[in-house]
């Protein structure tokens, strides 16, 4: 079975679920530089179809760090719509 984004485009835009996740060692925060664009980020992903945002931010993590973190809890809920120039991801 494919496993299939949770990423859907509409007349009225584009919607993508993606987890991102807060990861904490010695008081420094950890987190992603694309050479494509200007800006940090923090480590995480696209949801795909029938995955819990616990389970795609673990698996997230682990793709982009080789390590298996555990989820102490959810820390906030982010509504961004925006176009992306750099990405030319447009909502």
Same mark, same amino acid.
């Given at each position: 079975?494919?496993?299939?984004? =949770? &990423? *859907? $485009?509409?007349? @009225?835009?584009? #919607?993508?679920?993606?987890?991102? +996740?807060?990861?904490? /060692? %010695? $008081? $420094?925060?950890?987190?992603?530089?694309? %050479?494509? +664009?200007?800006?940090y980020y923090s480590v995480g992903g696209?949801?795909? =179809?029938?995955?819990?945002?616990? @389970? +795609?931010?673990? /698996?997230?993590? *682990?793709?982009?760090t080789g390590i298996k973190f555990e989820?102490d809890r959810l820390a906030f809920i982010?509504?961004? #719509?925006?176009?992306?120039?750099? &990405?030319?991801?447009?909502?």
């Amino acid at each position: 079975m494919e496993e299939l984004d =949770l &990423t *859907f $485009k509409t007349s @009225e835009g584009k #919607f993508n679920y993606r987890v991102g +996740a807060i990861i904490i /060692r %010695d $008081k $420094k925060i950890l987190m992603v530089k694309n %050479d494509n +664009a200007p800006y940090y980020y923090s480590v995480g992903g696209r949801v795909k =179809l029938n995955e819990t945002s616990e @389970e +795609a931010v673990v /698996r997230e993590t *682990f793709e982009e760090t080789g390590i298996k973190f555990e989820i102490d809890r959810l820390a906030f809920i982010h509504e961004h #719509f925006f176009e992306e120039e750099i &990405t030319r991801e447009y909502y």
